[in-house]
């Protein structure tokens, strides 16, 4: 199985950055992708980011995209996965998740229609709280 543990949230002002890591123990190539999710309060979880972490293409949400940066760093034991996010608003308000290992056929999916969602990966990590005021 794959553990995850995700750092980095916390309070920032409207405008601001930050940037959350996960970091992915057990995980292997075949394991496929690695991605951040938010769920806001009353809301479903939304896909963010993902990284196809065999070959490295990566997928946004439109919500994101130009804001938000997903990127990977593998050594021999484990994979760091961050997502750096800047020009933050309210809206990003929420509950950051890591999840990851994508089934083979839904990686081949994903890579075809360039979406994603919570139904395509098979681990999460415990969540890191951001709030944007």
């Known amino acids: 199985d794959v553990q995850l543990v995700e750092s980095g949230g916390g309070s920032v002002q409207a405008g601001g950055s930050l940037r959350l890591s996960c970091v992915a123990s057990g995980y292997t190539d075949s394991s496929n992708c690695i991605a951040w999710f938010r769920q806001a309060p009353g809301q479903a979880r939304e896909g963010l980011a993902l990284?196809?972490?065999?070959?490295?293409?990566?997928?946004?949400a439109d919500s994101v995209k130009g804001r938000f940066t997903i990127s990977q760093e593998k050594d021999k034991n484990k994979n760091t996965v961050s997502l750096q996010m800047s020009s933050l608003n309210p809206e990003d308000t929420g509950m950051y998740y890591c999840?990851?290992?994508?089934?083979?056929?839904?990686?081949?999916?994903?890579?075809?229609?360039?979406?994603?969602?919570?139904?395509?990966?098979?681990?999460w990590g415990q969540g890191t709280q951001v709030t944007v005021s």
């Open positions: 990284i196809y972490t065999g070959g490295g293409s990566t997928f946004y």
């Open positions: 999840a990851a290992e994508c089934p083979i056929g839904n990686m081949v999916e994903i890579l075809r229609t360039r979406t994603f969602g919570a139904a395509d990966v098979h681990f």
